[in-house]
């Protein structure tokens, strides 16, 4: 009789403990089913209405990442609606700091086909937006999913010391264009910089690393902006940008960028470097 109610009670407890199991597998997912966005988007835009999904912006990111600490994103602006945006902001809503960065574009970004790529950190299930500006205040946005977790909190690439003693090393890297008459150049920028998320731990001492990252650039061709961007913890280590700007501007590219701590860095190249 011992035995058969100990059964019993094992049966009717297999149920609790599979929903159990299930609940702690799926817990990612469930938690990416928080809607942030509405609240994001008050804070970012307040009311203004946001068109979605109609071809102004295309956004392209993994569904599944294979490092949620390197995720890339690549953001196109057609050329029928590049010349009236004003800025870009790029927005992860499952992030400790949503905005990961947003690009305000000047006179040499070019009137063709607009093309941002970077690599940002993702630290749990998430949406991931492109939202642009135009010069009447109109509101663009494309959305992906992306599967990616603990992306904030993933230990850095490179030791302590040696992460601190690049810092600020940067390199504007020109590309030779496969059209000749394109109205567009293309350019990456690449900055070494550990961009401390302060979620991250220093295994020698047990101590979490203070945040520290690039959080201002801007990009000229001679005296014209191309683009000014803020940035935040999400952007990767080593923040890399990979850009358009306009064929016609004259002069070099050049590059000043600041971090959290007022260290300034500055770079250029010259038109010819491929």
């Not at 049966?11 to 597998?25: N, Q």
């Not at 947003?102 to 970077?118: C, K, M, N, Y």
Request: net charge neutral.
């Amino acid at each position: 009789m011992r035995c058969a109610r100990r059964s019993l009670l094992q049966l009717l407890a297999l149920p609790v403990l599979v929903l159990l199991g299930m609940s702690l597998f799926i817990s990612p997912a469930a938690r990416a089913d928080d809607d942030l966005w509405p609240g994001i988007r008050k804070e970012l835009f307040g009311d203004r209405q946001i068109v979605e999904e109609d071809g102004s912006v295309q956004l392209d990111a993994p569904y599944r990442a294979e490092d949620a600490a390197i995720v890339p994103l690549a953001i196109t602006i057609p050329a029928t609606v590049a010349p009236q945006v004003k800025a870009l902001t790029l927005v992860i809503d499952k992030n400790p700091a949503p905005v990961v960065a947003t690009f305000r574009f000047g006179e040499a970004a070019g009137l063709g086909e607009r093309r941002i790529s970077t690599r940002v950190r993702v630290d749990m299930y998430s949406d991931v937006r492109a939202i642009i500006e135009t010069g009447d205040g109109s509101l663009y946005m494309a959305t992906k999913f992306v599967k990616a977790s603990g992306g904030c909190s993933a230990p850095a690439l490179k030791d302590l010391d040696s992460a601190l003693a690049n810092v600020g090393k940067m390199r504007v890297r020109n590309f030779k264009p496969d059209d000749s008459s394109s109205v567009v150049r293309e350019a990456q920028l690449m900055v070494r910089h550990p961009n401390y998320s302060g979620m991250q731990m220093n295994h020698a001492t047990g101590l979490y690393i203070p945040a520290k990252y690039v959080e201002h650039i801007v990009v000229r061709k001679g005296d014209a902006l191309i683009f000014e961007m803020k940035g935040g913890i999400s952007l990767s280590e080593d923040p890399n940008i990979r850009f358009t700007y306009a064929a016609t501007a004259a002069g070099p590219l050049s590059v000043t960028a600041r971090d959290t701590d007022g260290n300034t860095f500055t770079t250029q190249a010259d038109q010819n470097e491929s």
